[in-house]
């Protein structure tokens, strides 16, 4: 018994110091009112930037790591797309191993489904591999620069990618 007692303890002092070296996840919400008065909201989970994923990804593929949503509170005329009033699951599409386009899908797209590519809404985007690098997947509301300059952005960091695409 007593054997069995001191082969157990080192087995539950590392089961309960687990926690403390747990890597923490956060849910964020971010809102910004882009200057037509559209009030526009962002809620994700940070996820580790695991660039691996974004390199095995297919191209012409919907991707969305953890699923971050976009919540509009009126119409937002963005170049050449509208895009309606509602909520929309944000993710990004690959089109060549240096070419991403930030892209909506109208409403939520459920873990490990594709959505229907007709109706997903590419914004006109600008990717950048010098902006440093983020550890975790950031999504925020940013003026644009370079091509987007000028424009209200959505933005999404993730490990050395960093792609805008336009809202407005």
């Known amino acids: 018994m007593l054997r069995t007692r001191q082969m157990l303890a080192p087995l539950v002092v590392l089961a309960l110091a687990a926690p403390a ?19 526009v909201t962002i809620t994700y989970g940070t996820t580790p930037s695991n660039e691996i994923h974004a390199q095995n990804a297919a191209v ?12 509009l509170s009126a119409d937002v005329q963005a170049g050449q797309v509208t895009i309606p009033a ?3 699951t944000i993710g990004v599409i690959k089109n060549a191993d240096k070419d991403w386009t ?7 797209v459920a873990r490990g ?13 600008a990717l950048a591999t010098d902006a440093g690098t983020a550890p975790h997947m950031l999504v925020d509301i940013s003026p644009g620069s ?13 490990g050395t990618l960093f ?5 407005s």
């Open 163 to 167: 792609l805008a695409g336009a809202l």
């Open 146 to 158: 370079g091509k987007l300059e000028g424009r209200a952005t959505l933005t999404i960091h993730f």
């Open 21 to 39: 070296f747990a890597h923490p996840h956060f849910n964020k919400t971010v809102t910004a009112k882009l200057p037509s008065g559209v009030e």
């Open 113 to 125: 489904q594709q959505p229907d590519m007709a109706k997903v809404l590419k914004l006109d985007s």
């Open 102 to 108: 930030l892209a909506l899908y109208p409403g939520a």
């Open 86 to 88: 509602g909520e929309y």
């Open 60 to 71: 012409g593929t919907f991707v969305t790591p953890r699923r971050p949503m976009l919540k």
